[in-house]
């Protein structure tokens, strides 16, 4: 079974999120599952996204008890198509990442991030981890990205990082 991911973190709504972006939405359409790595901060967010496809997230710290109750959960490990993902808003500090993602997850082949708004897809210390950057608050990036990821018989056969603005 093949699955298309879409990966989404920090859209901070209402105030940066106000409705599904159109150039967002489009990913949407195609996605098997979505995945938000945290800042969604009003649960309707996960209500639209969740019209797309069934949805995963995890809480971050700007999240409160509804996203909470919702079924955002401080960190997640799920099996999508074979492939074993951990999902956790924060991963703390730039140095030294991988090995400390790979101590927090210890049997994951990939880990699902946001917190800092800079998309990222690297390999380390045997572990890819992989931030989709923020649809929506862009900072100090050149755009605002999403991810997509491509999953088959336990394989995560692509991972691109997607601009949207």
């Known amino acids: 079974m093949k699955l298309r991911v879409v990966v989404l973190s920090d859209t901070h709504a209402p105030r940066r999120w106000k409705a599904c972006p159109p150039a967002v939405a489009e990913h949407l ?18 209500d639209e996204l969740a019209e797309f496809a069934p949805v995963h997230v995890v ?5 409160g008890p509804d996203v909470v109750a919702w079924g ?17 808003h924060d991963s703390g500090q730039a140095d030294g990442r991988p090995a400390r993602m790979r101590r927090r997850f210890p049997d994951v082949d ?19 981890i992989f931030n989709p950057g923020s649809p929506t608050d862009r900072r100090r990036q050149p755009h605002g990205t999403i991810g997509e990821l491509d999953i088959e018989d336990g394989q995560l ?3 691109r990082i997607i601009p949207v603005t």
């Open 72 to 88: 955002a959960p401080e960190m997640l490990e799920l099996d999508l198509a074979g492939l074993k993902i951990g999902m956790i």
């Open 157 to 159: 056969l692509d991972a």
């Open 59 to 63: 809480a971050g710290n700007n999240d």
């Open 29 to 46: 359409r195609d996605a098997d599952v979505i995945l938000h790595a945290g800042d969604v901060c009003v649960p309707s967010v996960l």
């Open 110 to 128: 990939l880990v699902v991030f946001g917190h800092s708004h800079i998309p990222m897809d690297v390999t380390g210390a045997g572990l890819r």
